[in-house]
């Protein structure tokens, strides 16, 4: 039986196309080992060499994929005793299927848990000739494309599954494999994409109703209205108009009534571009079109061929953009006008079909609205979206519409409820289920996953500026989470990080760091960076960036452990602002790095100097030092940034045997804080100032060879050889003649003197300039 403990194993993957290909993957990035089999071993072969070439990548790190054996369901099905689970990932076909398992339970150990990857297809129809000890062993396990990157797993059980399999297979999902789970009724489509589905379908008519365009529609249902940015049909050519028209073709034909199979016929705009190849993102064109320049083109309605895209303006809606999203969401369904009225009538349709099929799909309204905001990504799950906009205002405005007010509802309103969440007396919130006219039951969310969202919604703000605030999250643990546009770092960030180190000193026994939003943060604020440079008082810049170190030195010295709970974008600044804490706990999708050499400057907040540090400090004795600063040269110099946290420990940005990876983002607030508790309670010291050996000339002339040949070679420009240079001059701690103990401080003054030469070049605020109108870098 498979649990959160099981964090090595063995499995079996059956068919070796997109997703079997990459769920290997995956159960190689957590450390599995895997047989992954296919009707050959070539074709077996054949699907990982594809994985392996996909962007972006199924593996953290390229050879993990040496974890993954190949072998044949004619010659290698045998093996299949030695996997602890086996999961078949072939076509979504249900005979196939049926056929595959029925020769399967014949191969795999009496312990195996075992399972079927689809995206909606009976799990009950294709294990139903397996034995009973088969079935108490086996269920759906729907994984979202691609595996590696997507959150969701909506786990389905047969009636017969064992209730302590089932457990332990969710517990192992979440912890070993870093998805969150939802448990679905064998259902067509489940929970994900029936709803998911739904929402995208009802689009179509409404489209026409209202006489939008693509990119009104996009503009309409992205970010403004709680979900990301690829809205309705950019998610749609992500997806690939295929896979959509395979979904909802499946959900057409299984379906019963009229109106779902109505509501699930393809859209003639569909067909016509399925019909012509223009599949979405994978063949290049689909509702857009990216030409080789990077120019993107939206699909024109009314003569199905391609436009420059226009991006639409809504005046009126302006100051509701404004707005917290609850309160935004409010104002937009009830304004009068034809944006309005379109996300009214979205939104109602929406919340209607949630309501009515939800007893079919799932227990309660929690397990609807996870599926919904860990499989799309929204803000949102339908049944938060009906507390939000008023069960009873919009259950009335349907009425006074015409729109059929779901018995869920109904039930409900007569129960005395104003929401299917609600704040008892007792202080704990409570969720209205399904069962007979309906009950309530207590709403207990896991202490493990305490997001840093969810964090800045529930947990005392004790202190706050526009950019960052410290929160209190229990036990003597604060934490400063960045709020500022993509977490930025700058003043008012630097203002938080002393006041919460000040507050867990003075009050708790440590402090956690982390963002709040899609990223930890992109660095230090480089238009501010560029507004002090265009003042042309460079002393008053080198000041900021002291200003910027000695904020990290804070925290790198405090009384407290610090742990910086880092995810996604962790770039710059915010790469030196987490080597400067006691401890991070990454999560693995983690892309962390110094790039600065992009927009022209070098890390000047600590991270040439703690870069060098650490390669120096791991040397055994007499060992020759120029490779491991070689290194460090190459990675700042070509501003290398990890795609994953495994890399950046490879790298060295983490540190192995001390920094913490986690799988599962979701994990990482309550894991870093658990760090803090731990640390605390060893008698934390804080580390006293290292001492680093500046090698000098010895070791800056031999870079500075290294790189005259690259420019010569025309491998760097001139000014990534100016920048490279002041790179060089900091590893090697100036230009002294004879290597020399230096105090770590002595780097961070040499990293200065860098950036107030390099603020001074017209290459470097070119390459700023760049970077903050284009986001990429230049290279001039």
């Known amino acids: 039986m498979l649990n959160e403990h099981s964090t090595t194993g063995k499995a079996a993957v059956l068919g070796a196309g997109t997703m079997g290909a990459q769920i290997a993957a995956h159960l190689a990035n957590v450390g599995w080992h895997v047989l992954l089999l296919d009707l050959t071993p070539e074709l077996a072969k054949q699907g990982l060499e594809r994985a392996s070439k996909l962007k972006p990548a199924p593996f953290y790190l390229p050879e993990l994929a040496n974890r993954i054996e190949i072998g044949g369901f004619e010659t290698d099905m045998h093996r299949l005793k030695e ?67 997507l959150k969701l797993l909506e786990i389905i059980p047969r009636r017969e599954t064992d209730a302590d399999i089932l457990e332990g297979m969710a517990r192992f999902a979440e912890r070993v494999l870093g998805k969150r789970v939802v448990i679905a009724r064998d259902t067509p489509g489940f929970i994900a994409n029936r709803l998911g589905v739904h929402s995208m379908m009802v689009v179509f008519p409404l489209m026409q109703e209202f006489g939008m365009t693509i990119e009104e529609v996009d503009a309409l249902t992205g970010p403004l209205i709680g979900n990301p940015r690829s809205a309705t049909f950019r998610l749609a050519d992500i997806v690939g108009l295929d896979v959509l028209a395979s979904v909802a073709k499946n959900l057409h034909e299984r379906l019963e009534t009229d109106e779902e199979k109505r509501v699930f016929t393809l859209p003639e705009v569909v067909q016509r571009l399925i019909a012509d190849g223009r599949l979405g993102e994978k063949a290049g064109a689909g509702f857009y079109r990216r030409l080789p320049d990077g120019t993107i083109e939206a699909l024109d309605l009314n003569t199905y061929e391609y436009r420059p895209r226009q991006k639409p303006k809504f005046p009126h809606l302006e100051q509701l953009e404004k707005l917290p999203l609850e309160e935004r969401l409010r104002a937009l369904v009830n304004h009068d006008s034809r944006e309005g009225r379109f996300l009214w009538k979205l939104h109602a349709e929406m919340l209607r079909y949630a309501a009515q099929h939800a007893p079919a799909l799932a227990d309660d309204p929690i397990a609807i609205d996870h599926a919904i905001k860990w499989g799309f990504n929204r803000e949102l799950g339908p049944f938060q979206t009906w507390d939000v906009l008023g069960v009873r205002e919009t259950a009335e405005r349907m009425e006074r519409e015409g729109i059929p007010v779901p018995e869920l509802v109904q039930n409900l309103l007569r129960f005395g409820r ?47 500026n526009a950019d960052a605030s410290v929160y209190d999250i229990g036990d003597g643990v604060f934490c400063v989470g960045f709020h500022s546009k993509m977490n930025v770092l700058g003043p008012g960030v630097m203002e938080m990080l002393y006041k ?23 660095g230090f604020n480089l238009q501010l960076f560029l507004m002090m440079i265009g003042t042309g008082d460079f002393d008053e810049l080198i000041a900021g960036g002291k200003a ?47 790039p600065e050499v992009g927009v022209g400057i070098i890390p000047a907040g600590g991270g040439t100097s703690t870069m060098l540090y650490r390669a120096l400090s791991t040397l055994p004795p007499n060992a020759d030092p120029y490779p491991a600063i ?32 986690s799988v599962n983002p979701d994990r990482i607030l309550w894991l870093a804080k658990q760090e803090v508790l731990r640390l605390a309670a060893q008698g934390y010291t804080p580390p006293e100032e290292p001492q680093v050996m500046a090698y000098g000339n ?82 001039n």
């Not at 029925?102 to 990857?117: E, G, H, K, M, P």
């Not at 039951?441 to 493990?448: I, V």
């Not at 507050?503 to 963002?515: K, N, Q, S, Y």
Request: proline fraction near 4%; aromatic fraction near 10%.
């Open 83 to 149: 996997a602890d689970w086996v999961i078949e990932a072939v076509v979504e076909n249900p005979q196939i299927k049926r056929e595959l398992w029925t020769r399967v339970q014949n191969f795999v150990n009496d312990r195996a848990v075992l399972s079927t990857n689809t995206s909606g297809l009976s799990i009950h129809e294709m294990s139903e000739d397996c034995r009973e000890d088969i079935k108490r062993r086996f269920m759906g396990t729907h994984f979202f494309n691609p595996p590696r990157y």
């Open 698 to 779: 010895q070791v800056l002339t031999r870079l500075l060879v290294e790189l005259h040949n690259l420019k010569r070679g025309n491998f760097i420009t001139e000014h990534d050889y100016t920048i490279a240079s002041q790179i060089a001059y900091v590893l090697a701690g100036g230009d002294l003649s004879q290597p020399t103990l230096m105090p770590l401080s002595y780097f961070y003054q040499l990293e200065l003197q860098a950036v107030g030469f390099l603020a001074q070049q017209p290459k470097t605020w070119e390459r700023m300039r760049h970077m903050l109108e284009t986001g990429k870098p230049l290279r």
């Open 418 to 464: 104003k929401g299917f969440y609600e704040l008892a007396d007792t202080g704990d919130t409570t969720v209205f289920v399904w069962l007979g006219a309906g009950q309530v039951a207590p709403y207990r969310p896991d202490p493990e996953f305490l997001t840093p969202i969810n964090m800045a919604r529930h947990c005392p703000e004790v202190e706050r």
């Open 500 to 522: 919460g180190v000040e507050r867990a000193e003075r009050e708790g026994v440590g402090l956690v760091i982390t963002g709040i939003g899609e990223h930890f943060s992109a």
């Open 630 to 661: 070689r290194r460090v040269m190459e990675l700042l110099g070509f501003g290398k940034v990890a795609t994953s946290a495994l890399e950046g420990m490879q790298f060295g940005y983490l540190r192995e045997g001390v920094d913490t990876i």
């Open 548 to 594: 910027f170190q000695d904020s990290l030195l804070r925290l790198r010295y405090a009384k407290v452990p610090v742990v910086a709970a880092t995810f996604g974008y962790t770039l710059g600044g915010a790469c030196e602002l987490a080597m400067h804490c006691a401890r991070v706990v990454a999560s693995a999708e983690t892309y962390i790095g110094l």
